[in-house]
């Protein structure tokens, strides 16, 4: 069964703190995206990634980056984490050339204290 | 740039009845897709539906259908005989293409509450 695995479900995180959401897909694909969801607001995008070392800015990266050194993984950083980052992040991912949607994770709800 | 608005926040219905969702975008594009996504409390974000702009026949996938009114930018979902287990937040997305990926653009969401 392929899928997006988000290494944490649930992360309590206090202020200052630089923070880490790791996500990994089995799938070989290409793209893959960082989303937070926020009641009423649905999900942004945060940053995405067409190729290995590659990265665009979606559409709120304010105070947050990504890196990714391998094909199969996203990582979402948080420099310095502050309350208004508490939300609930989704990663995705698909393949290229294809309009059939996205995988997605599981999500991980970061709480900042 | 695109938006995608849904306008119904929280919707409710009688289980084995019919409710529609709402959902209207903005784009200047002619050639895109458009989805529906569920997400139940498990949290797993899951595809519904998709439609292709250019076909004029509207998508179904058996209780699930969808009403592509692409003049007027609607995109609506059609949910009959509803179960218990369509319970969910539901998602409308606009497909648009950035740097060869494919980028969905999401709405606000409509929470769904099925009335056993």
């Known amino acids: 069964d392929v899928k997006v695995t988000q290494s944490s479900r649930y992360l309590v995180k206090r202020t200052g703190e630089k923070v880490f959401l790791e996500c990994v897909q089995d799938?070989?694909?290409?793209?893959m995206f960082w989303y937070r969801q926020d009641p009423g607001l649905g999900l942004r995008l945060i940053y995405f990634?067409?190729?290995?070392?590659?990265?665009e800015k979606g559409d709120i990266p304010e105070g947050y980056s990504v890196s990714r050194e391998k094909k199969e993984r996203f990582s979402l950083i948080l420099e310095s984490a502050s309350t208004n980052q508490t939300s609930m992040y989704l990663c995705?991912?698909?393949?290229?050339?294809?309009?059939?949607?996205?995988?997605f994770g599981s999500g991980t709800r970061l709480t900042v204290v | 740039a695109q938006t995608v608005t849904q306008s119904q926040p929280e919707m409710s219905v009688q289980e084995a009845e019919t409710v529609t969702l709402s959902c209207t975008y903005d784009?200047?594009?002619?050639?895109?897709?458009l989805f529906w996504y569920k997400q139940p409390p498990s949290r797993q974000m899951i595809l519904v539906i998709r439609?292709?702009?250019?076909?004029?026949q509207n998508a179904t996938e058996n209780r699930f259908s969808v009403n592509f009114q692409k003049a007027a930018k609607s995109f609506s979902l059609k949910i009959s005989d509803s179960q218990l287990g369509d319970a969910a937040m539901y998602f409308c997305?606009?497909?648009?293409?950035?740097?060869?990926?494919?980028?969905?653009?999401f709405g606000q969401g409509t929470r769904l509450t099925i009335n056993p």
């Open positions: 995705a991912s698909t393949r290229d050339g294809t309009n059939y949607g996205y995988t």
């Open positions: 799938m070989d694909h290409e793209n």
């Open positions: 990634s067409y190729d290995v070392k590659m990265k």
């Open positions: 784009t200047s594009e002619s050639d895109y897709y």
């Open positions: 439609q292709e702009a250019y076909k004029q």
């Open positions: 997305a606009y497909c648009t293409r950035v740097q060869g990926a494919q980028k969905l653009v």
